[in-house]
């Protein structure tokens, strides 16, 4: 791989340079593992000490941490490292050409009727069937599957293993039997939205399920039919969200977090890893559900305990009374 120099990177990026701007940077990398060759970032400043270990050529760093990262070697100054990095694995790829080429892959099967803009990517072996939509500059990895009539927007990713548009669980039940709704909505996904690797999101039974602009999700999530999506909201891998369920804006949920189903999330909720949200959230802020682990044996006592708590409150409430009853006979009886 061709080096590139730290004038470079200052030139397309920006931030405030120190050291020998030629310097040439072959890679990028973590901060504990960074040898000579490559450049490093520092964010959280309880990390700092290891900026008097680190190998890294450069360390792209907060002006809080200027004086200590020069004091080692070169080093870019920004206000925000992790946005700065964000950028420059951006800048790398694109440099390096490791972006894929605009078209349809050969192996890719897309229906006549599907709209696909030329600047988009379709990758090997992925199905697009009739009346898809795809807009501009969108990157569909491989074996990705978009059925019938959903829309993405422009500067999406959808990474391998997706499946967008397939039907929605929805059954009637007819004795013993269940009887198939079938689903007659789509996917309608807005602009400069990512959707994680074998991630699958499910047409709506009759609307549409929605995400917003700029919607991440990790990868191994399921968003059921008719869910909506607010705009920049993010969620990590494993986090399922039930039907008809609406999510606001700027909203953050961690690995595993469920969703019941027919309920409203405010813009701005923060949802904890592992927590199960079974009603409305109508005020922002963190939620957490989770109860902390511990040894086995201890989390097995308070298990136990945990079972008690109805008899253990019944009983509080009558020794509650019966205090009552002993207080206002004693201030009787004083009073005599």
């Known amino acids: 791989m061709t080096a590139i120099t730290l004038a470079e990177i200052v030139q397309a990026l920006g931030g405030e340079l120190h050291g ?7 890679t990028i990398a973590p901060l504990d593992s960074a040898d000579a060759s490559a450049i490093a970032f520092l964010s959280d400043a309880r990390l700092a000490a290891a900026l008097q270990t680190t190998q890294a050529a450069c360390v792209i760093v907060h002006p809080a941490q200027a004086e200590q990262a020069q004091a080692r070697g070169a080093c870019i100054v920004t206000a925000d490292p992790y946005l700065y ?11 390096h050409g490791q972006y894929p080429e605009p078209g349809i892959h050969p192996s890719a099967v897309v ?3 599907a709209q696909v803009d030329a600047s988009a990517s379709i990758g090997p072996l992925s199905v697009i069937e009739a009346g898809v939509k795809i807009g501009a500059h969108t990157r569909i990895g491989s074996r990705v599957t978009i059925e019938r009539d959903c ?12 499946v967008i548009g397939g039907d929605g669980f929805g059954f009637a039940k007819e004795g013993q039997n269940w009887v198939k709704i079938e689903q007659l909505g789509a996917v309608v996904i807005g602009d400069d939205v990512e959707v994680g690797a074998n991630t699958c999101i499910d047409r709506g ?6 995400l ?6 990790d990868n191994l999530i399921q968003i059921a039919h008719n869910v909506q999506v607010g705009e920049n909201t993010a969620m990590a891998a494993c986090v399922g969200i039930s039907g008809s369920t609406k999510i606001g804006a700027n909203c953050t949920l961690a690995g595993g977090v469920g969703v019941v ?14 927590t199960v949200i079974s009603r409305s959230l109508t005020e922002p802020g963190r939620y957490t559900g989770v109860y902390p682990f511990e040894p086995h044996a201890k989390w097995e006592q308070n298990a136990a305990s945990l079972r008690q708590l109805k ?12 205090l009552t009853a002993v207080q206002a006979s004693v201030a009787t009886q004083q009073k005599i």
């Open 205 to 210: 039974a009759l609307g549409d399920t929605i």
């Open 20 to 26: 020998n701007a030629e310097m040439p940077i072959q």
């Open 212 to 217: 917003a602009n700029g919607v991440k999700l």
């Open 151 to 162: 829309v993405i927007g422009a500067r999406c990713v959808i990474q391998s293993g997706a």
């Open 261 to 274: 189903g027919h309920i409203e999330l405010a813009d701005n909720t923060h949802v904890s890893g592992a």
């Open 85 to 95: 990095f964000a950028r420059l694995t951006q800048w790398w790829r694109k440099r």
């Open 111 to 113: 229906h006549p009727d």
């Open 311 to 322: 008899k253990m409150r019944d009983r509080i409430k009558s020794l509650e009374k019966e």
